[in-house]
C-alpha cells in the first residue's frame, strides 16, 4: 500500500493556523538537536494537540480521520478479531459492512496489519486513523489492561516505521531529479 506524501506536515499546520512559521521552526530545531517526531515535539511544546497531528498526517497520506474519544462499539464487533491481533497491531474494529471490516488504527501504513486481519476475518479492510491514545484507551476499556504495560505511541510514531521513512526518501529523490 503505497501512499504518496503531499506535503510536509509543518506546513499543512501552518496552512491550517495550527502552529505559526516560529512554532515550526523552534520544533524544527529541537529535533535536530535531540531527535524524535515533529508532531509528538509540537505537541509537547503545546503547539499543537495529537488530534490536530494525527488530522495533519491523515491529510498528508489521504486516510480519514475518527476521533475515538465517545466512539461507543458494539461487543461483537470487537470479537471479529483476535485480542491479540488487536493488541499487536494497535487497532480497533469499530463497523462491518457485508464482508468489509472497518478499522481504526495509529499505523494506517501497516501492511502486515492489514493483511493479518484480512486473513483472521476472511474479509476485506476499510481504514480510519485514530489517535494512538484513544486506541489505548478504547482496548483498555473493553479488553482491560495488556499483561505487560507498555508506553503508548503517537499516531505519528506508528506512521514513521520503517516503510514510511523509505516513502520519504523515495518521494526526495523524485524531487531533486
Do not use: C
Not at 514513521?160 to 526518501?169: G, H, I, M, S, W
Amino acid at each position: 500500500m503505497s501512499r504518496t506524501i503531499r506535503k510536509r506536515l509543518g506546513k499543512i499546520l501552518i496552512e491550517r493556523n495550527v502552529i505559526t512559521e516560529q512554532q515550526l521552526d523552534e520544533a524544527l530545531r529541537l529535533q535536530e538537536l535531540k531527535g524524535g517526531f515533529l508532531g509528538q515535539i509540537l505537541v509537547s511544546l503545546g503547539s499543537a494537540t495529537e488530534e490536530q497531528v494525527v488530522n495533519a498526517l491523515t491529510s498528508q497520506f489521504g486516510f480519514p480521520y475518527l476521533p475515538l474519544q465517545n466512539y461507543e462499539i458494539d461487543p461483537d464487533i470487537l470479537k471479529l478479531i483476535p485480542e491479540s491481533i488487536i493488541r499487536h497491531y494497535h487497532l480497533i474494529p469499530i463497523d462491518q459492512m457485508e464482508n468489509i471490516i472497518v478499522l481504526a488504527m495509529a499505523d494506517p501504513l501497516n501492511d502486515a496489519a492489514i493483511e493479518d486481519v484480512k486473513i483472521a476475518t476472511n474479509s476485506n479492510v476499510r481504514i480510519f486513523v485514530s489517535g494512538g491514545k484513544d486506541i489505548e484507551d478504547i482496548i483498555t476499556r473493553y479488553f482491560g489492561p495488556g499483561k505487560h504495560k507498555k508506553t503508548t505511541k503517537t499516531t505519528e510514531e506508528y506512521m514513521t516505521d520503517v516503510d514510511f521513512k523509505e516513502l520519504v526518501r523515495e518521494k526526495e529523490k523524485k524531487e531533486k531529479l
